[in-house]
Each structure stands twice: as C-alpha cells, then as structure tokens.
C-alpha cells in the first residue's frame, strides 16, 4: 500500500482550499497564495514520502538491511556468515509462518538451520519407530566447500537439537544425506542448443532433496523449453527414485 502523492496533486488540493475558503483568492501560477501553496506541497510529498518508507519497514518483507535485521533479532535470529538478504528474508519468513509448535517436525527443521552452516534441513518423524526422528541436514557448501556436512557440523546440530528438543523426543539421529549422481543421454538437441540444454539440466539436477523422484518428461520438458522440436532421452530410462535420505545430483550429462 502507499502512502504518498505527487507535489502536483498536493498542490492542486492545497489551492482548492484556498479557494474554498477564500472564492475570490488569486491562486495563479506567480501569485502569493499559489507560492504559500507550493511551499506547503513539497513540505508535505516530503512527509508523505517518509511515511511510505516507514510503512515498508513495518513490515519484514519489505524492509531494508537495518530493519530486517531488527525484524530478525526480535525472534532470535541471527544473520548466518556470508547470508544475503534475501536468504535471511527467507528464514525469518519461514519462522514467522510455521512457529514454535511444541517439537514438531517444523521445529526441527528450524533448530538445524539455527547452525551456521546448514543450508537446509530434511525431517524423518518415527524414522526409528515411537519417539524418534531423523533429521538430514544439506551444508552450505559456499561456507564449507561442500553440501555433506562434516563431523563436526553434524555434531553441533546435533547437539543444539538436544538441548531444545522436547524430552518426548528419545531417539534424534542427525545424518549427511548421500550422494547419487545421475547421468543423463540425451539426442536429437543439435549443436547450437545442447550447451544451454546441459546447463540446464545441470542446474535442475543440482536443486533436489533427499528422496526427490526424477521424472523422465520433466528432463524432456527442459529441452523443448529451449526450443528443441523432437528430443529423444535414453538415460535414465524410467523414473529414478533414490532412498529417503539420498539426493540426486548432476553426473554426466551428455547432451547432443
């Protein structure tokens, strides 16, 4: 919403107040009543302007840098190292949307993101039966050079979900996902298209979760996206759907 009007429209109000107060008052460009009136205009598009600002640091989504850190700290976030705005944005959105609910699954996807360090968390209820649960949690790997966590992340996250955790929650494992690389062959792409097509599929292959299925049509899609008329896929040959806790990531990909 907002909260504001150009000059010439405070202006033209402010001398239709003049002249409704004063009918015969000389409102022309030049007169005194007309300069009174445009000095009152840019002093109120000024107020006017500063009160849209505020009204966007109200609110979390809108907020420049100072104030979505502010919007942040008052729950308890703090800015990871290396974090943009946006994927802090995301976070504090993510909090707001699904709250502390007692040590719900939403919970512990939050207490594992509390860990500098972790990119995204993956929740597993009953993963071991009553009172247990599974969380696989994906590294930052701009931070740490790769999305497998190493010990010792596994170890801190692991340690702060045990200290929040609800004491109902016996059993809490924290695991590295693994790994699948998925090849893909792919013809009848042609020369001028195949590097954009192999970059793209790159990228799709590179943003699943752990236990995320690969449909073969969504593969196809990609390449007459990009304005191939007749693609013809023979690797992977059926949908691939890898284990719970594994993710499937780009192999070779040959494109041609």
């Known amino acids: 919403m907002a909260f504001t009007k150009d000059v010439d429209e405070i202006l033209n109000d402010i001398l ?3 002249r409704n107060i ?3 008052v000389d409102v022309s460009q030049g007169s005194l009543a007309y300069m009174k009136a445009a000095g009152y205009a840019s002093a109120l598009w000024g107020l006017y ?9 109200i609110f979390p989504d809108t907020a420049e840098t100072e104030f979505l850190e502010h ?3 008052v729950r308890g976030l703090s800015r990871e190292a290396g974090e943009l705005d ?4 995301a976070r504090l959105l993510d909090y ?3 709250p502390p609910a007692g040590g719900n699954q939403y919970d512990y996807n939050k207490w594992a993101k509390e860990i500098d360090g972790v990119a995204a968390a993956y929740v597993f209820p009953l993963a071991q039966g009553a009172e247990s649960v ?8 701009a931070a740490t050079g790769s999305e497998i966590p190493n010990a010792t992340l596994l170890a801190s996250v692991a340690a702060h979900i045990n200290d929040v955790r609800p004491v109902g929650a016996r059993y809490v494992r924290v695991l590295a996902p693994t790994i699948v690389g998925q090849a893909v062959t792919m013809t009848g792409v042609g020369s ?3 590097a954009t097509v192999t970059a793209d599929i790159t990228a799709y292959l590179s943003g699943f979760t752990p236990g995320q299925s690969l449909y073969l049509p969504q593969l196809l899609a990609i390449a007459t996206g990009n304005g191939v008329a007749n693609p013809v896929l023979t690797v992977p040959a059926a949908t691939v759907t890898p284990g719970a806790y594994a993710m499937l990531r780009p192999g070779v990909i040959n494109v041609s």
């Open 86 to 89: 946006p994927a802090y944005l």
């Open 49 to 57: 302007k500063y009160q849209d600002w505020i009204s966007r640091q």
């Open 16 to 18: 239709t107040d003049f």
């Open 96 to 98: 707001i949307r699904q």
């Open 134 to 141: 599974d969380v696989v949690i994906v590294a930052n790997a």
């Open 22 to 24: 004063l009918p015969s």
């Open 71 to 73: 919007h942040a700290w």
């Open 192 to 194: 001028v298209l195949a």
